[in-house]
């Protein structure tokens, strides 16, 4: 399809993109956007530097090739080059949303998916503000190389989101309903979820009370669980932060013991959600990694650049936002494996402890932080009185050796609003989840 040079690597990433973003706020609509577009970004390495270019021009592409290639180095040897060695040919059309196809629902039934919620949150009377939501985003990518990949493939997602600010009094509580999936269909019939769910809101807005500071153990549900493993170590695990830094390359040494013999963390690019990623944005297939398994170090996060550097494999991992970015190392879907424990099982050997249900964010390199929003009190037992907590904190490796009971209950989430971040590149969709974890002395304020 495109003319490559012989003595350079090169590679287009292709994407057609079609994106929906409707918002409500207080019942009118505040935003409405629908966008189709297409767009490339281009590569050129000549064995001492990349170089880059997008456009939105697909017609331009050879010639954005050639100025690139102008440039550049002409290499020879560049077949030899360890990180062009790295990168996997691949070829194929894999397109597993054809048939569910996001971009063919209509704009009415979109509408009417937020609009048949609405009372739900209208009918609550400490619900002062609101907003509803629906997004969803659908790319289909083609990827070509000098090596010869030529793949076809696509990803989306769609979902909704019921934001709501409760107060009663001097008291607040500001949370959201989400739901998100790769499938329209999945959104619908969650009316009863929600009211349920708001129901849940209003009894901790008027019962919820100021924890008593102190050491605690601490029981994680899914979605805590899984922003513990995207923060606190999924991160330390994209192997582009230690390159050049030997101190943290023999602090995170494959095979050194970091975490409880329990503690199994995987990322995973094939796991349907919002995480879901077939190949990378270098044309790697998606790998289920473990990065931690049995409470050993076990593996890392790659791009070709790193796991040349590191003499490691590829972990389809290389991604980027936008045609407008270069793929940088970064998380698919992230969460720690089930254990044996029942919830129940788990819960029942706290005498004194928090359940942490839902967070408003989380944090970690070297410390875990966690600012949880729905939480409670765990007495003899059993899930007692709500409480406020304004933060849990715990050091990093510390925290990864108190994990002391794994549920066999495993979830794993996807979402629409947010994402991760890293260095200028903000918002990627990720997932991640888990089982309830139960971890000893969290600081808990």
């Given at each position: 399809?495109?003319?490559?040079?012989?003595?350079?690597?090169?590679?287009?990433?292709?994407?057609?993109?079609?994106?929906?973003?409707?918002?409500?706020?207080?019942?009118?609509?505040?935003?409405?956007?629908?966008?189709?577009?297409?767009?490339?970004?281009?590569?050129?390495?000549?064995?001492?530097?990349?170089?880059?270019?997008?456009?939105?021009?697909?017609?331009?592409?050879?010639?954005?090739?050639?100025?690139?290639?102008?440039?550049?180095?002409?290499?020879?040897?560049?077949?030899?080059?360890?990180?062009?060695?790295?990168?996997?040919?691949?070829?194929?059309?894999?397109?597993?949303?054809?048939?569910?196809?996001?971009?063919?629902?209509?704009?009415?039934?979109?509408?009417?998916?937020?609009?048949?919620?609405?009372?739900?949150?209208?009918?609550?009377?400490?619900?002062?503000?609101?907003?509803?939501?629906?997004?969803?985003?659908?790319?289909?990518?083609?990827?070509?190389?000098?090596?010869?990949?030529?793949?076809?493939?696509?990803?989306?997602?769609?979902?909704?989101?019921?934001?709501?600010?409760?107060?009663?009094?001097?008291?607040?509580?500001?949370?959201?309903?989400?739901?998100?999936?790769?499938?329209?269909?999945?959104?619908?019939?969650?009316?009863?979820?929600?009211?349920?769910?708001?129901?849940?809101?209003?009894?901790?807005?008027?019962?919820?009370?100021?924890?008593?500071?102190?050491?605690?153990?601490?029981?994680?549900?899914?979605?805590?669980?899984?922003?513990?493993?995207?923060?606190?170590?999924?991160?330390?695990?994209?192997?582009?932060?230690?390159?050049?830094?030997?101190?943290?390359?023999?602090?995170?040494?494959?095979?050194?013991?970091?975490?409880?013999?329990?503690?199994?963390?995987?990322?995973?690019?094939?796991?349907?959600?919002?995480?879901?990623?077939?190949?990378?944005?270098?044309?790697?297939?998606?790998?289920?990694?473990?990065?931690?398994?049995?409470?050993?170090?076990?593996?890392?996060?790659?791009?070709?650049?790193?796991?040349?550097?590191?003499?490691?494999?590829?972990?389809?991992?290389?991604?980027?936002?936008?045609?407008?970015?270069?793929?940088?190392?970064?998380?698919?879907?992230?969460?720690?494996?089930?254990?044996?424990?029942t919830k129940d099982e788990l819960i029942s050997k706290v005498k004194n402890g928090i359940y942490v249900?839902?967070?408003?964010?989380?944090?970690?390199?070297?410390?875990?932080?966690?600012?949880?929003?729905?939480?409670?009190?765990?007495?003899?037992?059993?899930?007692?009185?709500?409480?406020?907590?304004?933060?849990?904190?715990?050091?990093?490796?510390?925290?990864?050796?108190?994990?002391?009971?794994?549920?066999?209950?495993?979830?794993?989430?996807?979402?629409?609003?947010?994402?991760?971040?890293?260095?200028?590149?903000?918002?990627?969709?990720?997932?991640?989840?888990?089982?309830?974890?139960?971890?000893?002395?969290?600081?808990?304020?």
């Amino acid at each position: 399809m495109f003319k490559f040079s012989k003595n350079l690597y090169t590679d287009v990433r292709i994407e057609e993109v079609f994106e929906t973003n409707i918002t409500f706020t207080l019942g009118k609509i505040s935003e409405y956007k629908i966008r189709n577009y297409k767009a490339a970004f281009i590569r050129v390495f000549d064995g001492d530097r990349w170089f880059y270019s997008s456009t939105s021009d697909l017609d331009e592409i050879q010639n954005e090739i050639k100025k690139l290639s102008k440039m550049a180095k002409p290499n020879d040897k560049i077949n030899d080059n360890p990180i062009v060695k790295k990168m996997e040919v691949n070829s194929g059309t894999f397109l597993k949303f054809k048939d569910n196809d996001i971009s063919k629902v209509s704009e009415e039934d979109k509408l009417n998916l937020l609009k048949g919620m609405f009372p739900q949150v209208c009918e609550n009377k400490y619900i002062k503000m609101w907003t509803a939501r629906y997004i969803d985003c659908r790319k289909v990518k083609e990827f070509f190389s000098s090596k010869g990949s030529n793949i076809k493939f696509d990803t989306q997602r769609c979902g909704f989101s019921m934001g709501f600010v409760m107060s009663e009094g001097n008291k607040k509580l500001n949370e959201s309903y989400q739901k998100a999936s790769c499938c329209f269909e999945d959104l619908k019939g969650k009316n009863d979820e929600l009211k349920k769910y708001i129901n849940k809101c209003e009894y901790f807005l008027l019962n919820s009370k100021p924890v008593e500071k102190g050491t605690y153990t601490v029981v994680l549900s899914p979605l805590a669980a899984g922003v513990f493993a995207h923060e606190s170590f999924g991160h330390k695990s994209e192997s582009d932060f230690m390159i050049g830094d030997e101190t943290m390359k023999k602090e995170w040494a494959l095979g050194k013991k970091v975490g409880s013999d329990i503690l199994t963390i995987v990322d995973d690019g094939n796991v349907l959600g919002s995480g879901y990623t077939p190949f990378d944005d270098e044309g790697s297939h998606a790998k289920k990694t473990y990065l931690i398994k049995d409470g050993v170090l076990a593996g890392r996060l790659h791009s070709s650049s790193t796991a040349a550097i590191l003499e490691e494999d590829l972990t389809g991992n290389a991604r980027s936002i936008n045609f407008e970015y270069e793929p940088i190392v970064r998380m698919t879907t992230t969460y720690i494996e089930a254990g044996n424990e029942t919830k129940d099982e788990l819960i029942s050997k706290v005498k004194n402890g928090i359940y942490v249900e839902t967070i408003k964010h989380g944090s970690g390199m070297s410390t875990f932080t966690m600012a949880p929003s729905l939480s409670y009190v765990i007495r003899d037992g059993k899930i007692a009185e709500p409480v406020n907590i304004s933060v849990v904190t715990g050091n990093v490796f510390k925290t990864l050796s108190e994990i002391d009971g794994v549920s066999n209950e495993l979830e794993l989430l996807s979402f629409v609003t947010g994402g991760c971040g890293k260095m200028e590149q903000y918002p990627l969709p990720v997932g991640f989840g888990g089982p309830y974890v139960r971890v000893n002395n969290l600081n808990v304020q």
